[in-house]
C-alpha cells in the first residue's frame, strides 16, 4: 500500500501532469472568457488542495472553490443547540468527536459547557461510545452522530454492538447527511456557477462511482471521483478539463484504487439497516428533501431524540457570519467580513473557521494574505 501511495506523492509526476494540463486550461479559459469554476466537496480535499499549494498554482486559470463537504461545517444551528440542550440534562454523559467541541451554537459551545461542569467527552468512534456507556451503566451516554456517508457505516457498527450487548443507556443524536442531495441543490442554484465538480473520495468509497451518474445524465456536469495526493487532485482536474474541452459530461472514476463501480455493499447495507432517509436543515442551504439520515423502525429506541424530551430553544446565527455563503461558493472566505478579525481558529464565530476541514480555516492557515482581486474571474 506504502508503494501505491508514495507513486502518487512525486514531485516529478505532479510537475508532467501540471506541465500537460496547463495549457488546457489556457484554452478552456479563453473558450469560456473567463476563469474556469470547479468544485470540490470534501473537507479533505479542501485542506489537501491548500496544503499541497495545487490552489495558488492553478489559481490563474481555475476557481477551486469549496463545497459543503465538510460535516461539522454544514450542521445546521438547531442541531447544535439540540447538542447542547442535551449536554444541559444532569447526569448525562455526551460523547463526540473533537471537532464539534468548539462549534459555537446560539448559547455557547460543548466546550464551554464542559467547562461549566457538564460531562462531554472527545470519542474516536460510536464504539467508544458504547464503551462509556457498558462501563457507565448507571449514567445514560449519548453519542453526537455528525458526518457524511463515509463515518455513518461506524456508528451502525456501534448500534450493532449496543444491540447485541442489551445496552439501555446508550443513545445517539444523528446529525448525519447524505451528500448527493445537495449537490442537485447546489447545480439547481442559478447564482452557483460550477463547470465540473471534483467528487470525495472517501464518501465514493462507500457509495460507488455509479451513485454519482446522475450529476452527468441529468445536470451535464463533469464530473470525477478523486483521491487525496497531490497526484490525485491534479489528475482528477485533467480528467475535467479533457471532459470540458471535448464537449462531454461524464463521472469519471480517477481513484479507482481505491473506489469501485458499486461502492462498498457491506457498508451500504449496515446503513439501511440501522437508519432511514429523512429531510435535513444544512447550515447555510436550508431543507435539503432526503438528505439526513434518521435511526430506522426498531432501532428508534436508541434515538436520543426520542428519549429526551429537549427543546433547543430558538436558534441564531452569529451576526455577520458568512458559513452558509462559503459553504455555497458563493464567495471564497477571505470575503467574510468577519474573517482573521472576529473569526479566527482561536476565536472562530462559524463552524467554517472551527473544524479542521473547514474551508475557513484552510484559508486562514494557507491563503490569509491572498488578495481579493486575485480570486474570482
Excluded at 501532469?17 to 473537507?43: H, S
Excluded at 473569526?343 to 484552510?362: D, I, K, L, N, Q
Amino acid at each position: 500500500m506504502q508503494e501505491i501511495l508514495n507513486k502518487y506523492r512525486k514531485p516529478d509526476m505532479g510537475k508532467r501532469i501540471l506541465k500537460n494540463l496547463v495549457p488546457k486550461l489556457e484554452r478552456i479559459n479563453d473558450r469560456l472568457g473567463r476563469k474556469l469554476n470547479l468544485m470540490e466537496v470534501c473537507g479533505t480535499h479542501t485542506v489537501n488542495i491548500s496544503q499541497t499549494g495545487i490552489r495558488d498554482l492553478l489559481l490563474p486559470y481555475v476557481n477551486l472553490k469549496s463545497g459543503p463537504g465538510c460535516p461539522v461545517c454544514v450542521t445546521d444551528n438547531r442541531e447544535i443547540d439540540w447538542m447542547l440542550a442535551l449536554a444541559d440534562i444532569k447526569g448525562v454523559i455526551i460523547t463526540t468527536f473533537g471537532d464539534m467541541m468548539r462549534v459555537p451554537g446560539s448559547r455557547g459551545s460543548l466546550v464551554e459547557q464542559k467547562a461549566a461542569g457538564a460531562d462531554v467527552r472527545v470519542v474516536y468512534s460510536g464504539l467508544d461510545a458504547v464503551k462509556t456507556a457498558l462501563n457507565n451503566p448507571e449514567r445514560e451516554v449519548i453519542f453526537l452522530g455528525v458526518g457524511f456517508e463515509t463515518t455513518v457505516p461506524t456508528v451502525a457498527a456501534s448500534l450493532m454492538e449496543a444491540e447485541t450487548l442489551g445496552l439501555e443507556n446508550f443513545s445517539v443524536f444523528s446529525a448525519h447527511k447524505v451528500v448527493p442531495p445537495a449537490l442537485r441543490i447546489l447545480l439547481e442554484d442559478p447564482e452557483i456557477k460550477i463547470d465540473g465538480l471534483i467528487l470525495p473520495g472517501h464518501v465514493s468509497v462507500i457509495l460507488g462511482r455509479k451513485a454519482w451518474d446522475f450529476l452527468a445524465e441529468e445536470y451535464g456536469c463533469p464530473s470525477a471521483v478523486v483521491g487525496f495526493e497531490a497526484v490525485d487532485i491534479l489528475l482528477g482536474v485533467n480528467n475535467l478539463a479533457d471532459q470540458i474541452l471535448q464537449g462531454k459530461a461524464e463521472v469519471a472514476n480517477a481513484y479507482p484504487r481505491a473506489v469501485k463501480e458499486e461502492g462498498n455493499k457491506a457498508a451500504q447495507e449496515l446503513i439501511d439497516r440501522y437508519f432511514t432517509v429523512t429531510d435535513a436543515q444544512w447550515r447555510g442551504i436550508g431543507t435539503i428533501p432526503q438528505s439526513g439520515l434518521e435511526l430506522a423502525g426498531e432501532f428508534k429506541k436508541f434515538n436520543a431524540k426520542d428519549r429526551f424530551h429537549v427543546s433547543p430553544g430558538e436558534s441564531r446565527v452569529p451576526k455577520g457570519c458568512a458559513c452558509g455563503d462559503v459553504l455555497k461558493g458563493k464567495i471564497w472566505p477571505n470575503q467574510c467580513p468577519l474573517f482573521a478579525g472576529a473569526c479566527t481558529p482561536t476565536s472562530p464565530v462559524g463552524p467554517c473557521m472551527v473544524s479542521s476541514e473547514g474551508a475557513c480555516a484552510a484559508y486562514y492557515r494557507f491563503h490569509r494574505n491572498l488578495k481579493e482581486g486575485d480570486l474570482g474571474g
